[in-house]
């Protein structure tokens, strides 16, 4: 492949904040939250890095090629077929990191995203499967990713073509009167640790009920959001995973014994909470959290990255 041709201008991308499993629909349901990071890139003619970031979790977050954005620029050069010599990059993050809520895959697909724009011809050599597939092999599974790209609800799963693994997904249409609210803690929990938690077996008959939950979810995100608070009762993560987020699993639980459709984001520990409700009444909601949480009230997201 000849080297790419670089654009000289810079690109700037929005990439909102992303939930996933919704309950039973493990590493394959992503939903998508009008709260966006936004990244701006341009390549440079003299060789280096140059990196800012501001907002969520700037002091934590490495100004050097270990910089996730970063890594994801590069990895879609890569695949475009080489790097810039240099490149400056400015993030300004505001989905809270280590909560649940996709902080990862939005940096993730916005690399990707600004490595595509900023190569000339960048979308003919790059298609959205192809780079939803790059996601996912930084990512490890595709549904905050495929949220994050796309936006809205989404389904993914990954396929083994020839002995490789490809990712797929498809977009669900969202009942627009469904909301959200995010109970987010002060407190952090790393993905790779939460899934240690998880048992190698579970038992057939949650297994049915879990199954037969991911599929009536489909249909209340779509028309039916009165059935929201059965689709998103799981069976198959969220109790196993308790001991390592006991505040969180109990305001989920209390909120579920209120008969609200609450489950863990993603691997927590922040909780969701999916409802129809007026103003007034998502204002009573945000309380429930208590001095804990932060009740953020957000609507959900019909696209996913873009460029500004």
Do not use: C
Not at 78 to 92: E, M, Q, W, Y
Not at 111 to 131: F, P
Not at 195 to 222: G, K, V
Not at 260 to 287: C, D, K, W, Y
Request: charged content about 20%.
């Amino acid at each position: 492949m000849a080297k790419p041709t670089f654009k000289a201008n810079p690109i700037q991308v929005q990439v909102p904040a992303t939930s996933a499993n919704l309950g039973p629909g493990f590493d394959s349901f992503g939903l998508a939250f009008a709260l966006h990071d936004r990244y701006v890139a341009q390549v440079l003619d003299e060789p280096g890095l140059d990196i800012d970031v501001t907002g969520e979790g700037a002091a934590d977050v490495p100004l050097t090629d270990k910089n996730l954005l970063v890594k994801a620029m590069y990895k879609g050069f890569d695949f475009l077929g080489g790097k810039p010599k240099g490149i400056a990059v400015r993030a300004l993050n505001v989905i809270p990191h280590g909560r649940g809520l996709g902080s990862s895959a939005s940096a993730i697909i916005g690399g990707l995203v600004l490595a595509r724009a900023l190569v000339l011809t960048g979308t003919d050599k790059m298609s959205d499967e192809a780079l939803l597939n790059l996601a996912t092999q930084m990512e490890g599974h595709p549904d905050n990713v495929a949220a994050a790209l796309f936006g809205g609800a989404t389904v993914a799963w990954k396929d083994s073509i020839n002995g490789k693994e490809v990712a797929h997904s498809i977009q669900i249409p969202v009942d627009l009167r469904i909301r959200a609210m995010a109970f987010i803690p002060s407190t952090s929990l790393a993905t790779k640790k939460a899934r240690t938690l998880l048992p190698s077996e579970i038992s057939f008959a949650d297994a049915q009920r879990n199954s037969t939950n991911s599929a009536l979810l489909m249909h209340a995100l779509t028309i039916r959001p009165d059935l929201l608070f059965t689709a998103t009762e799981d069976f198959l993560h969220q109790s196993y995973r308790s001991e390592a987020m006991p505040a969180s699993f109990a305001l989920m639980t209390k909120l579920r014994a209120a008969g609200v459709a609450a489950f863990i984001s993603g691997a927590g520990p922040t909780v969701m909470a999916l409802h129809t409700g007026n103003q007034e009444e998502s204002e009573q909601l945000s309380r429930a959290g208590g001095a804990k949480f932060e009740g953020k009230s957000l609507e959900i997201a019909s696209r996913g990255a873009s460029l500004l």
